[in-house]
């Protein structure tokens, strides 16, 4: 696997983690996480200036979990707001 990492700062790292809780460990995990989805969203909405909010989270699911899944979300969020429309 090719890494950028000096192999030296690499096994510090993994003795750091080895050191940490299992609790540490899910804290990075999911700061991680957020922070590449976070990323991820932006990158969409800076490619695609044109889409609103609604559009990027959709755009978001179909290139994580496929374009079946993101039509699934686009016809239940329209579905929903139909409903809401008509409640007022």
Same mark, same amino acid.
């Given at each position: &696997?090719?890494?950028?990492?000096?192999?030296?700062?690499? +096994?510090?790292?993994? /003795? =750091?983690?080895? +050191? &940490?809780?299992?609790? /540490?460990?899910?804290?990075? &995990?999911?700061?991680?996480?957020?922070?590449?989805? +976070?990323?991820?969203?932006?990158?969409?909405? /800076?490619?695609?200036?044109? =889409?609103?909010?609604?559009? $990027?989270? $959709?755009?978001?699911?179909?290139?994580?979990?496929? +374009?079946? =899944?993101?039509?699934?979300?686009?016809?239940? =969020?329209?579905?929903?707001?139909?409903?809401?429309?008509?409640?007022?």
């Amino acid at each position: &696997m090719l890494s950028d990492t000096h192999p030296e700062a690499e +096994k510090v790292q993994i /003795e =750091l983690i080895r +050191k &940490m809780s299992v609790a /540490e460990r899910i804290t990075r &995990m999911r700061s991680a996480t957020t922070m590449a989805v +976070k990323l991820s969203r932006r990158a969409i909405a /800076e490619a695609n200036p044109e =889409l609103g909010p609604q559009e $990027i989270d $959709i755009l978001w699911v179909e290139l994580h979990y496929g +374009k079946e =899944l993101a039509v699934g979300l686009r016809n239940y =969020l329209n579905q929903r707001q139909s409903c809401n429309h008509q409640t007022q």
